[in-house]
């Protein structure tokens, strides 16, 4: 499904800094993210070399943990199952 952007919704969004997301909440208080298309590469590039820094700065720092698929499965069960609740 597409929704259509209102005149003054498209200039708000085009008046925002290149990459910029706007923040959208409706009127039942659910909050969202609205990005342009065409940012999303960048966006999701910068996140993951963001994402990539913090861990390399934490093995760095001596902040690591052993591997454990397992306990990684679970941790991401968790996490899945705390989403799907909200």
Do not use: C, F
């Not at 800094?17 to 065409?38: C, K, M, R, S, W």
């Not at 499965?73 to 968790?78: G, M, P, S, V």
């Amino acid at each position: 499904m597409n929704a259509k952007l209102t005149a003054e919704q498209h200039a708000i969004i085009r008046s925002r800094e290149l990459g910029q997301p706007l923040h959208v909440q409706d009127d039942q208080g659910n909050n969202y993210l609205l990005i342009a298309a065409e940012d999303m590469p960048q966006l999701w590039s910068d996140y993951l070399h963001s994402e990539v820094a913090k861990g390399l700065a934490d093995i760095k720092a001596g902040n690591i943990v052993s591997w454990d698929p397992d306990k990684m499965k679970l941790l991401a069960r968790n996490v899945a199952t705390v989403s799907e609740s909200r």
